[in-house]
């Protein structure tokens, strides 16, 4: 049996020592020496490796660099932890962040590459996809956009949908280049680079066409709306014009956005003045200067009756506001007739303080001041409407005929007493526009359905500040992002 221990020059030496339970702390004065000990929780001052000072924690030496990958320091608590390894390549890992102080960067050569507010002005290049709203933009080489719209420097050309732009600005679409540029000095110049022709148009219709082989045609072929105006002097070198005394086709007087029909006709010049046969409005009617002399025999109709002979009016002529009568044979009335005391025919004209018009359902009465209905009034133009109004709202214009011009002439309120008389047009409110509500206030808003597209204009715009918040995805309350940013002085 070996002996636990021997006492050598006055020292007690345990070859093996195990131990199963220490109940009070255990002090070493001396130097311990072991293999390997094992203990669930190590406490030290000082930790120092074979061959290396305090001073050296933490240099790893090892003859491969694979033997050092994964050296370093790790800490942990509970289910996590947080680690600063080295791995191969030269690279130092972890899976924690670096926080420095707000004073601080990172550097590499001694040179800072990034600060809590900029990247260094050493760094040139990035790949970054997205950035914030930019004070300043300057590019002194070539530029695409969403690959589509392409900036050559070197030739001062913009081009879209095309990166070989043939002109200042070219656009193409459907294989057709359109360049806006000037290909001599002196001349701008504007239409196709390629073998198309070039339609200018308005209201989505095509009012000039220029034909590649030369031919310029002015208006719709459908349409046949064209009205081509010349305030001045027109030189041609040759001028084709129907010269013919006999058509195929009646004569038409058409219509433009800016010009009405009114005025339109036949004029007979010379010797004294002018004879006129045209269309006249209020309401519409054809308006000569001359009379009209019928042979003996002959009538006015309308839709195929005869009104008016030389002998008398048409049997079918039951109304008229006829003032004055010669001595009738005999009069038969066969509805009320009211004749009032102050209903007098004056140089042609009926003078009374009020007419009425009831037709059992409704009344109408007008005086010299109001107009007044006891249920709906409406006007209209050709059968029709073109105003309604009645005691839940008022209509100005007709749904089946959209396109019917309605002009304003003075400034327009909506809900507002007291217009800016700067202004044209004054809302009191929120307004649509195509779709988009159109609001203001102090911020975007934090409730309520959007809409993309709608817009909030900022109620206090400040420095620093934006012109307003834009809808960019619909939602309650949607995604709402800042716009028009407003510059420091």
Known sequence: MSQPFNIQNDTVVITKLNVSEITEPVTVSGDLTAGVITVETLNVKNLIR???????????????EEQLNGKGFSWAWGNGGTNLQYRNGGNLWTNGNFDLDPDKGFKIGGT??????????????????????????????????????HFKSNFQRVGINTDTPNGALS??????????????????YVGTYTNHDLVLGADNTARITVKSNGEVI?????????????????????????TRTDTISPVHFNSTRSTPIYGLGLVWTGNGVDRKLVMQDGPD?????????????????????????????????????????????????????????????????????????????????LDSYRLNTSNQF?????????????????????????????????????????????????????????????SSGTGAPINGISNKGDIVWNDNPQPDNYVGWVCTVAGEPGTWM???AIASR
Request: glycine residues 10%; proline residues 2%; contains cysteine.
């Open 482 to 484: 800042p716009f028009g």
């Open 378 to 438: 409406s006007i209209s133009v050709r059968n029709q409407e073109a105003f309604y109004a009645d005691s839940s709202e008022i209509a100005l214009g007709n749904s089946s005929s959209p396109r019917r011009l309605v002009k304003v002439f003075g400034t327009l309120s909506v809900g507002a007493n007291n217009p800016d008389p700067r202004v044209s047009l004054a809302v009191n409110g929120n307004a649509s526009f195509a779709g988009r509500m159109f």
């Open 171 to 188: 656009v193409v679409a459907n294989d057709i280049e359109i360049v806006v540029g000037s290909q001599q000095i002196g001349k701008a």
């Open 218 to 242: 002015f208006g719709d072929e459908q349409a046949k709306s064209s009205v081509v105006k010349i305030y001045g002097e027109l030189i041609v070198e040759k001028l084709t014009t129907d």
């Open 50 to 64: 074979n061959g290396n000072n305090s001073a050296e924690i933490g240099a790893w030496a090892s003859n491969t």
């Open 112 to 149: 800072t590459v990034l600060s809590k507010n900029e990247l260094g002005s050493q760094v040139t290049k990035s790949r970054l996809r997205e950035v914030g709203v930019l004070r300043s933009l300057e590019v002194t080489g070539e530029v695409s956009l969403g690959d589509f719209v």
């Open 285 to 365: 009617r054809l308006c000569t200067t001359e009379s009209f002399d019928l042979g003996e025999d002959k009538a006015y109709y309308i839709n195929g009756t005869a009104v008016l002979s030389a002998a008398g009016l048409g049997a079918g002529v039951v109304n008229s506001n006829l003032n004055k009568v010669g001595t009738l044979q005999d009069l038969t009335v066969s509805g009320k007739t009211t004749l009032l005391g102050d209903v007098e025919a004056i140089t042609g004209r009926v003078s009374a303080k009020l007419l009425s018009f009831n037709d059992g359902s409704q009344q109408l009465s």
